[in-house]
Nanobody, 114 residues
């Protein structure tokens, strides 16, 4: 059974930081490019960041470039999203995803508010 379990979300003030984790199981993690998506209320799920299988190449949405960093640890079957300089517009449920696998986890809520 494919499982993706996101964690690390919470309530943070503008300008603060959070580190999200996604623990993967049920597939060969190291063979899949990974990504983070987010979905705010009333909006479509959007791609935030992606990372290749080796971690050598990353890409980011313009809205988070320079503030967020995606990384992975293939030995731990885990992908991370370090979020710095958070803004209220970053508020959303954050999901990880493996390219080519349609299963999604429950996501983790990130709320940026003073």
């Amino acid at each position: 059974q494919v499982q993706l379990v996101e964690s690390g979300g919470g309530l943070v003030q503008p300008g603060g930081s959070l580190r999200l984790s996604c623990a993967a199981s049920g597939f060969t993690f190291s063979r899949y490019a990974m990504s983070w998506y987010r979905q705010a209320p009333g909006k479509e799920r959007e791609l935030v960041a992606g990372i290749t299988t080796s971690g050598r190449t990353t890409n980011y949405a313009d809205s988070v470039k320079g503030r967020f960093t995606i990384s992975r640890d293939n030995a731990k079957n885990t992908v991370y999203l370090q979020m710095n300089s958070l803004k209220p517009e970053d508020t959303a449920v954050y999901f990880c995803n493996a390219y080519g696998i349609r299963d999604w986890g429950r996501g983790t809520q990130v709320t940026v508010s003073s």
